[in-house]
């Protein structure tokens, strides 16, 4: 079946550091790819997406590539600020499928 | 536009009892998908309804059942509860059924405790 496994945390840094959270994937197929975030108390909100291999997914700084020789979907943002603490979620659409699967998250941190 | 709404927002539950959760999809959206978050993990897919009619369930069992009205609202019944049903319950609805990329809109959830 379909797995996601990311980086486990927390990931604390420092304001103005580069962040990576390592995201790889197990499935059938073509799926989709997301990354969602979690702020504290909140649902879950839609980051960046890619739906096909070498796709590029990117918004408020964060970006992403869909890599299937690697099955990866690393999530990275060059200078991160406070306001981007939250939990981060990796998850997959699989082809064929209408449901997504989740990583365990990734509690990030940014200290001023 | 307004986006999914999930109600209660907190509630607490003795173990056996039973349990009723409300989300009402976002604007325009026909599709609705329920998860179950447990403290400190990813959310996990428990079932989705279109068009009135379960349309693909997880590995759950089935005193965790639902419902989807005409406005495509939609209910999570949880029968039965046990402690380890304590969780977040998060709604998303989306505007098509199928597969792939469809965009899922999540609610902020409701927080359950079983005692």
Known sequence: GNSVTQMEGPVTLSEEAFLTINCTYTATGYPSLFWYVQYPGEGLQLLLKATKADDKGSNKGFEATYRKETTSFHLEKGSVQVSDSAVYFCALSGAGSYQLTFGKGTKLSVIP | ?115
Do not use: M
Request: charged share 15%; glycine share 10%.
């Open chain 2, 1 to 115: 536009e307004t986006g999914v709404t999930q109600s209660p927002t907190h509630l607490i539950k003795t173990r056996g009892q039973q349990v009723t959760l409300r989300c009402s999809s976002q604007s325009g959206h026909n599709t609705v998908s329920w998860y179950q978050q447990a403290l400190g993990q990813g959310p996990q897919f428990i079932f989705q309804y279109y068009r009135e009619e379960e349309n693909g369930r997880g590995n759950f069992p089935p005193r965790f059942s639902g419902l989807q009205f005409p406005n495509y609202s939609s209910e999570l019944n949880v029968n039965a509860l046990e402690l380890d049903d304590s969780a977040l319950y998060l709604c998303a609805s989306s505007l098509v059924a199928t597969s792939g990329n469809n965009e899922q809109f999540f609610g902020p959830g409701t927080r359950l405790t079983v005692l």
